[in-house]
């Protein structure tokens, strides 16, 4: 619903669109980074994203 109280219509594609091979190597090494910090300890890890 809206702030406004009326109802909100959501179309979605069936699947999601497919990524080009730039934006998938950009994406895997996001991911890997992620997976590689979420397994240090918490006394090392960065904090980059404040």
Known sequence: MTET?????L???DEPP??????ARA???IL??????SS???KKKERRWQ
């Open 5 to 9: 109280g009326g109802q909100l219509r």
């Open 11 to 13: 179309v979605a594609p």
């Open 18 to 23: 497919r990524l080009t091979p730039g934006a």
């Open 27 to 29: 994406l895997l090494e």
């Open 32 to 37: 890997l980074k992620a997976a590689k910090n």
């Open 40 to 42: 240090m300890p918490e």
